[in-house]
């Protein structure tokens, strides 16, 4: 069959009941998704399209029309279910289980792009200079990491919503958290370099401390010139225990949290100023509050996200 340039040889949507083969020429394949995205991919000699419709009597996914003069054969349904009355009987099996495999190798790599992708989309936001991002903009760029198309780019961006680190709007999204993007990217990169599978940022004795001290500075806080907020021992020791019914405060329950310094002993001093073990002449603590803040609303989308973006949502 010669089909003249420019001519449409069938529609998206259609059940031509055929498959064809491209022999000669290129024709291209048009595909608009949910979004009405257009997706093109070129059909030159050799290549094939329509086996669903054939085998499963499904409908055409793309619109097919001539970049240039072509000749191509096509493979009626009838013409094929002839053709497999002559094959063994378990021939249909065999083409049925790989129409299946094939089924399932589409939706898992749809799964893997949505995943992949969220680590790009991150690092897309985090560079940018404008709270302010139209939403065209940020899928063309994009493109240049992956083909995903509008609307899974768009479940991507309702799970960043979820998390209240962007607000959209219909054209353009607002930046809400920079600063907590930012630390979820460098924390899905360390994951990929060092294989670290945890779901969590802290531990419980951390977060437990750190809740403490962040409520526990809200309340009675001090600033100090450098822009940290300091804490007294004893007040910390207070709101851990009330927050964490009873958990006592040790200078070995901080150990890890001074070693990362996510809290720092000011100088201890030479008087006395409290009974707990190990921490009788620290005075008081001090930290970076909103550091602390991030952290903690990091350490809680975390194991979140992947189910977000396995079920993706």
Not at 191 to 214: G, M, V
């Amino acid at each position: 069959m010669n089909i003249a340039a420019g001519k449409i040889l069938c529609m998206q949507g259609d059940n031509p009941h055929s498959f064809y083969i491209v022999k000669k020429g290129t024709l291209v394949a048009t595909f608009k998704d949910e979004q009405n995205e257009i997706v093109t991919k070129n059909l030159g000699p050799g290549s094939t399209f329509g086996e669903l419709c054939i085998v499963e009597g499904a409908p055409l996914e793309y619109t097919v029309h001539a970049e240039e003069d072509s000749e191509i054969e096509v493979i009626p349904q009838t013409l094929f279910q002839e053709t497999m009355a002559e094959q063994p009987i378990w021939m249909k099996s065999v083409i049925s289980f790989l129409t299946q495999r094939n089924s399932i190798a589409k939706e898992n790599k749809r799964k893997k792009d949505f995943i992949t992708t969220f680590p790009s989309l991150l690092f897309i936001l985090a560079r940018s200079s404008d709270k302010l991002i139209y939403l065209k903009d940020l899928k063309n760029e994009l493109k240049n990491f992956s083909n995903l198309s509008s609307l899974e780019t768009y479940k991507l961006l309702l799970i960043l919503q979820d998390f209240r680190l962007i607000r959209l709007q219909a054209e353009t999204l607002t930046v809400e958290n920079e600063t907590l993007i930012k630390l979820l990217y460098d924390m899905l990169r360390i994951r990929a370099i060092y294989k670290n599978t945890s779901h969590y940022i802290l531990s419980l004795t951390e977060q437990a401390i750190l809740t403490a001290f962040t409520k526990a500075a809200s309340e009675k806080g001090e600033q100090l010139p450098n822009g940290q907020i300091s804490v007294k021992t004893i007040d910390l020791a207070a709101q851990t225990k009330q927050s964490m019914h009873g958990m006592t405060l040790t200078k070995h329950s901080l150990e890890t949290l001074l070693q990362k310094r996510l809290l720092q002993a000011l100088p201890p001093t030479a008087t006395k100023n409290n009974d707990l073990p190990g921490l009788e002449f620290i005075e008081k603590f001090s930290a970076d509050f909103d550091r602390l803040l991030n952290l903690l609303e990091l350490n809680r989308i975390y194991p979140q996200l992947d189910k977000k973006l396995i079920s993706g949502q």
